[in-house]
């Protein structure tokens, strides 16, 4: 499982509002909502999911740092 919220028209075209990366929170809730699980455990399911996915990058230096 990862998130992305970066793309503004997504969101536009739900709710007339432009999408931006602070909408993160939201997905995160719902997601919680969704699989019975806490904010917590989602956000550190997606972080892990993304230290797999990007292997070694040098931009997510700072994402292992804070999980650590």
Do not use: F, H, Y
């Amino acid at each position: 499982m990862l998130t992305e919220t970066d793309n503004p028209g997504g969101n536009e075209s739900l709710t007339g509002t432009i999408g931006t990366p602070l909408l993160i929170k939201d997905v995160i809730g719902k997601l919680a909502e969704i699989k019975g699980a806490s904010g917590q455990i989602i956000m550190t399911i997606i972080q892990n999911n993304l230290i797999r996915v990007g292997g070694n990058d040098t931009w997510l230096t700072g994402v292992r740092a804070s999980i650590d």
